[in-house]
């Protein structure tokens, strides 16, 4: 039986991102590390496996982009975070029915956990994949960035502010294993990063992705120096509002935030209005957040579903509109899901965006 003690690594205190890194990511204890998580018998279900035909959309899209940067002879697509590669396997499919494109593209995957890579690589096994731990090995561009359900996954750091000064929220383990929540004094670093954000200086409640914009900061380099872009979909709000978005799941169940640590999964929201200041300080343009269900919808996933459906039985049609409702309806995935698109390119015409 492992103790809560085990995620500080002999420190008493750590902030709240450094901490669930520790839950979500160590190398043995952690929840990406020690068990699988998606799908009926895991912890959530992505889109990907709700229907191929979103990753067919993602294909399509990725050709579309292709295109939009003039066919060129070398063109890398970057999946962030593969999940256990359902999305990929799904694209090179795809892929195959474009002979052009795909003798023109290389697909790389990064992925921070060694048991889902493992899974990646039994259900791929294609030897024009390749595994990435940094963006070094991509060297002639452009380079297409895409991430689905990735950002929320990256720890957040949490801060408070009371009267002008900014307090971070830390966890201390008690002699009962019992984990209480601190603010200290936040480090001079920390504030100057926040109050370099217009869209957080008039919170009293701040999440700050540090270490996700830190990510963030590499793949803007490369896309600044190669042309390129990044699509990220994923669950969040547009307007910050004081709130605090940490949750856990298990087995699709909401999970009190210390219960079942390393067992089950930990997430933020999303805030995308910071992304798209974070792309903009970073010389990247950007095109009008959408939802996903927006972005679905003017990639043509109801006519692809509607001509699929022709051919099928009444249970399979049955199925295949329930997954669609699922991904499209705003009660469920189709507006709290957002669909981000930042680019370094004369042209802006990228399909799925007015």
Same mark, same amino acid.
């Given at each position: 039986?492992?103790?809560?003690?085990?995620?500080? *690594?002999?420190?008493?205190?750590?902030?709240? /991102?450094?901490?669930?890194?520790?839950?979500?990511?160590?190398?043995?204890?952690?929840?990406?590390?020690?068990?699988?998580?998606?799908?009926?018998?895991?912890?959530?279900?992505?889109?990907?496996?709700?229907?191929?035909?979103?990753?067919?959309?993602?294909?399509?899209?990725?050709?579309?982009?292709?295109?939009?940067?003039?066919?060129?002879?070398?063109?890398?697509?970057?999946? &962030?975070?593969?999940?256990?590669?359902?999305?990929?396997?799904?694209? &090179?499919?795809?892929?195959?029915? #474009?002979?052009?494109?795909?003798?023109?593209?290389?697909?790389?995957? #990064?992925?921070?956990?060694?048991?889902? *890579?493992?899974?990646?690589?039994?259900?791929?096994?294609?030897? !024009?994949?390749?595994?990435?731990?940094?963006?070094?090995?991509?060297?002639?561009?452009?380079?297409?960035?895409? !991430?689905?359900?990735?950002? /929320?996954?990256?720890?957040?750091?949490?801060?408070?502010?009371?009267?002008?000064?900014?307090?971070?929220?830390?966890?201390?383990?008690?002699?009962?294993?019992?984990?209480?929540?601190?603010?200290?004094?936040?480090?001079?670093?920390?504030?100057?990063?926040?109050?370099?954000?217009?869209?957080?200086?008039?919170?009293?409640?701040?999440?700050?992705?540090?270490? !996700?914009?830190?990510?963030?900061?590499?793949?803007?380099?490369?896309?600044?120096?190669?042309?390129?872009?990044?699509?990220?979909? /994923?669950?969040?709000?547009?307007?910050?509002?004081?709130?605090?978005?940490?949750?856990?799941?298990?087995?699709?169940?909401?999970?009190?935030?210390?219960?079942?640590?390393?067992?089950?999964?930990?997430?933020?929201?999303?805030?995308?209005?910071?992304?798209?200041?974070?792309?903009?300080?970073?010389?990247?343009?950007?095109?009008?957040?959408?939802? %996903?269900?927006?972005?679905?919808?003017?990639? !043509?996933?109801?006519?692809?579903?509607?001509?699929?459906?022709?051919?099928?039985?009444?249970?399979?049609?049955?199925?295949?509109? &329930?997954?669609? %409702?699922?991904?499209?309806?705003?009660?469920?995935?189709?507006? &709290?899901?957002?669909?981000?698109?930042?680019?370094?390119?004369?042209?802006?015409?990228?399909?799925?965006?007015?």
């Amino acid at each position: 039986m492992k103790t809560n003690k085990i995620f500080f *690594k002999n420190s008493k205190i750590l902030p709240v /991102d450094s901490f669930f890194k520790n839950v979500l990511y160590d190398k043995k204890f952690g929840y990406y590390n020690s068990k699988f998580p998606l799908g009926k018998k895991g912890d959530f279900i992505t889109s990907p496996k709700i229907s191929s035909l979103f990753s067919e959309i993602i294909a399509i899209w990725i050709i579309s982009c292709w295109e939009t940067f003039g066919k060129p002879k070398n063109f890398n697509i970057v999946e &962030l975070g593969p999940g256990d590669g359902s999305l990929a396997s799904i694209l &090179l499919r795809s892929f195959k029915k #474009f002979p052009e494109f795909n003798s023109k593209k290389k697909l790389f995957l #990064f992925e921070e956990s060694w048991l889902l *890579k493992k899974i990646q690589k039994r259900k791929i096994n294609n030897k !024009g994949v390749r595994w990435i731990n940094n963006f070094n090995e991509i060297k002639k561009g452009p380079v297409v960035f895409f !991430g689905n359900e990735f950002f /929320d996954a990256i720890p957040i750091k949490q801060f408070k502010k009371l009267k002008n000064s900014i307090f971070e929220k830390n966890y201390i383990i008690e002699k009962n294993n019992k984990i209480k929540q601190v603010f200290k004094k936040a480090s001079v670093s920390n504030v100057r990063d926040i109050k370099s954000y217009k869209i957080l200086k008039k919170l009293k409640f701040i999440e700050y992705p540090k270490l !996700g914009l830190k990510e963030l900061k590499k793949i803007t380099k490369k896309i600044s120096m190669l042309n390129g872009c990044i699509l990220l979909i /994923d669950y969040g709000y547009s307007k910050p509002n004081n709130q605090n978005t940490l949750q856990s799941v298990i087995q699709h169940k909401k999970n009190k935030l210390f219960n079942n640590l390393g067992r089950a999964d930990i997430t933020a929201h999303v805030n995308f209005a910071l992304l798209n200041e974070f792309f903009l300080k970073n010389n990247l343009k950007t095109k009008n957040l959408i939802s %996903q269900k927006e972005f679905l919808e003017n990639m !043509g996933l109801v006519e692809r579903a509607n001509i699929l459906a022709k051919k099928m039985r009444f249970t399979q049609k049955t199925d295949l509109y &329930l997954r669609i %409702q699922r991904l499209l309806s705003p009660k469920m995935m189709g507006e &709290l899901f957002k669909v981000i698109l930042a680019y370094n390119f004369k042209n802006n015409n990228f399909t799925g965006f007015k």
